[in-house]
């Protein structure tokens, strides 16, 4: 939301401290964007590649109610977010990524402040990270393996305060219908320092987030639920140890990190559409029979450094996680059973940075680095018997091993143009043991993506316009699901990770008039992991057997006036995808040349901020989501619709607090739809309706000492 005032407090400086304007002070922190992308800082108007920033100078992470990402990242041009129900299952769409998803996130990678958050097989639990602690998302989009490892639908990079200075404590709750509810606690304050003097004039921190996030369900077998810790400990260095050996520009930090998870939502099951007007809100009956619902826990653990002295930078991170996770699963009676699964993992991160030669007219700058993750994940699926564990199906246990290497280098002659290049390295090992029924089973995994290169580059003729292109390459790995064969309970050592190389082409201005962006893009993907069977009930196996071409249109634009005691921020965002098969056949269907389903022809939002005298403040956003395709042989088709928020909002203040009161209405035109396709299914069960028009009201306290 375009709380600006709200967002504000995060900057006021207390405890003993000078405070200062507000206003000065958001200036002062984000006075024109700088994004690091690949290494290399630059402002977003001069990277080479269609980077879209989202941040909480604004709100925008924040849109709507903030339960999750889902109303944030739908602004942004070829993302797709969606979910079952109201925080429930959640699906992330990047320029087609979802296509092999039937749920969860996969094909995109993801990082909080520079830590892992995918697992060696390509999936990542985003609930793990709550809105509500974010300050800003930088959101890379297709294959990007020349830094970020596996997944080629882009990656997904977050980040919290980290101004050692901040001192405040900030509180929120909020009720919805049906059930919903927020309650979230921040704390954040400097530390002192354990010795008289401070030597390496450094500043100690610690943050500490808390939060409650639940609803009751829209639907019948729809409550979700989630309870989510992290702390975090800074230590920002303005001078090394020893000042005096050392001249010139040195600043570091140190970071450690705690996070805690634990949450779960039920699975209510798709409907076809007779069941869905007869009935929306009613879930499948084996569901609530057989209790479908998934329960997970995380824990994660992770230390790190970032470090600039002169023509340096240096960035490394060292983590370990682990992962329970119960799924009593059950929307079909076919040969979904009761999943248990167990992870623990460990991984590193490490990046080095330097600037091999600086003039007024040529910088050259050289970064190296790789990533390498462990895991040792078990995975076991009994019969479903009443929500219960029956018989054991198969029991395996996967030993993962993944590491990659790269450099990049950056050139940038007369703050005119600016070429990328850069190459990595990857590979990934495995070894399978367990037991499927009766039998044993070992096996090895090696899979070898082999090197990923990328090239890009940006020429700015004018102040306000940059011309930009790139070419990447990169792919994804199988995940645990995919790679068990449910026709006869084996693990399928033998499949591959998918591959796929992008070229895009746009443009981005920055004018008084309006500032924008315009990208066309082309994915080619091969060996895509695929369903051996479509539409039955459930796939019974996977093979890397089809080959595909995504390519589409992205448009963005922004504008803002001021004056007097008024601000009006708009923005429009569209995308048109053409994304369709070029090689995918079974026994006896060809689907060559047809649309990939599950991926709307064309999607559209909008968004109105205003703010009056930095007290009252309203936003509508708005969505459009074109037809899509529900099965490969392009038959069925959703309808269009739109989906409009609203949030009015009202800031008071007093004696070192402020106040904010809320209230906002989600789908506002009480709009009939389904956020959350089941396509290809065989039943027709292709519709999971969302919630109609609901309101919800909030409170937020700011304690500024």
């Not at 645990?480 to 499949?495: H, I, K, P, S, T």
Request: aromatic share 14%.
């Amino acid at each position: 939301m375009a709380l600006i005032v709200c967002q504000g407090f995060f900057w006021l400086q207390l405890s003993g401290q000078t405070k200062t304007s507000r206003d000065t002070l958001i200036q002062q922190e984000a006075p024109e964007l700088e994004i690091k992308a690949f290494s290399f800082v630059l402002p977003n108007i001069k990277q080479p590649l269609a980077l879209y920033r989202l941040d909480n100078k604004k709100g925008l992470l924040s849109v709507a109610d903030g339960a999750s990402f889902q109303n944030a990242m739908n602004t942004v041009p070829g993302v797709y977010f969606e979910s079952r129900g109201n925080g429930g299952s959640p699906r992330l769409n990047i320029r087609g990524s979802m296509f092999r998803s039937a749920f969860g996130v996969r094909n995109v990678r993801m990082y909080w402040e520079d830590f892992v958050l995918t697992s060696p097989d390509g999936t990542t639990p985003m609930e793990v990270i709550d809105p509500f602690w974010v300050n800003e998302m930088e959101i890379i989009k297709g294959p990007s393996g020349v830094q970020y490892g596996n997944g080629t639908g882009g990656v997904v990079q977050m980040r919290s305060h980290a101004n050692p200075k901040l001192s405040f404590v900030r509180a929120k709750q909020l009720l919805g219908q049906w059930g919903s509810f927020q309650q979230h606690l921040a704390i954040m304050k400097p530390l002192p320092h354990v010795f008289k003097y401070n030597l390496r004039n450094s500043q100690r921190s610690i943050s500490i987030y808390a939060s409650r996030v639940g609803t009751q369900g829209y639907r019948q077998q729809e409550n979700n639920a989630r309870q989510q810790v992290m702390v975090v400990l800074r230590n920002a260095i303005q001078s090394p140890l020893l000042a005096f050996r050392y001249s010139g520009r040195f600043k570091g930090e140190n970071i450690s990190v705690f996070q805690w998870y634990q949450g779960g939502w039920q699975l209510p099951g798709s409907l076809n559409q007779q069941e869905m007007e007869s009935n929306p809100q009613q879930a499948r009956p084996y569901s609530i029979s057989n209790n479908a619902s998934l329960y997970r826990q995380r824990w994660m653990y992770g230390v790190g450094q970032n470090r600039e002295y002169n023509r340096f930078t240096w960035t490394w991170r060292a983590a370990m996680n682990g992962v329970n996770k119960v799924n009593p699963y059950g929307t079909s009676a076919m040969n979904q059973g009761y999943k248990d699964e167990h992870s623990l993992g460990t991984n590193t991160l490490a990046r080095l940075g330097f600037r091999v030669y600086e003039s007024d007219n040529l910088n050259w700058d050289l970064n190296a680095g790789g990533e390498g993750q462990w895991e040792d994940y078990h995975i076991r699926e009994a019969k479903n018997v009443l929500g219960a564990p029956g018989a054991t199906k198969y029991d395996f246990m996967v030993n993962y091993s993944q590491r990659f290497y790269y450099l990049n280098s950056q050139w940038r002659w007369k703050d005119k143009w600016v070429l990328q290049s850069g190459i990595a390295k990857h590979t990934t090992q495995g070894e399978v043991k367990g037991e499927y029924g009766t039998e044993q089973q070992d096996g090895k995994i090696n899979w070898n993506p082999g090197w990923t290169p990328r090239w890009a580059i940006s020429y700015q003729p004018f102040n306000a316009l940059v011309l930009f292109t790139s070419k990447s390459w990169g792919f994804s790995n199988p995940n645990a699901f995919e790679q068990v064969d449910f026709q006869n309970n084996r693990y399928n050592a033998g499949l591959g990770p998918e591959k796929g190389n992008q070229l895009e082409t746009g443009v981005k201005w920055n004018s008084a008039l309006v500032s924008g962006q315009l990208t066309y893009y082309k994915q080619n993907m091969t060996s895509l992991i695929i369903p051996v069977a479509v539409q039955v009930d459930s796939p019974l196996s996977y093979s890397n057997n089809a080959s595909a071409i995504f390519e589409g249109w992205e448009m963005s634009l922004n504008k803002e006036w001021t004056w007097k005691l008024h601000q009006l921020d708009f923005s429009i965002s569209g995308h048109k995808a053409n994304y369709h098969w070029m090689d995918y056949s079974s026994s006896n269907s060809v689907w060559n040349g047809k649309r990939v389903a599950g991926n709307a022809l064309h999607s559209a939002s909008a968004m109105i901020q205003y703010q009056f005298n930095q007290t009252w403040f309203v936003d509508v956003t708005h969505y459009w989501v074109d037809k899509m395709p529900l099965n490969n042989d392009n038959t069925v088709y959703s309808n269009a619709y739109n989906l409009s928020h609203i949030n009015l909002a009202r800031v008071t203040s007093g004696k070192d607090m402020m106040w904010k009161w809320e209230i906002g209405v989600n789908n506002a035109m009480n709009t009939a739809y389904t956020s959350f396709w089941q396509w290809n299914d065989a039943s027709a069960r292709y519709y999971n309706p969302s919630p109609t028009r609901n309101f919800y009201i909030g409170l937020t306290a700011y304690f500024l000492k």
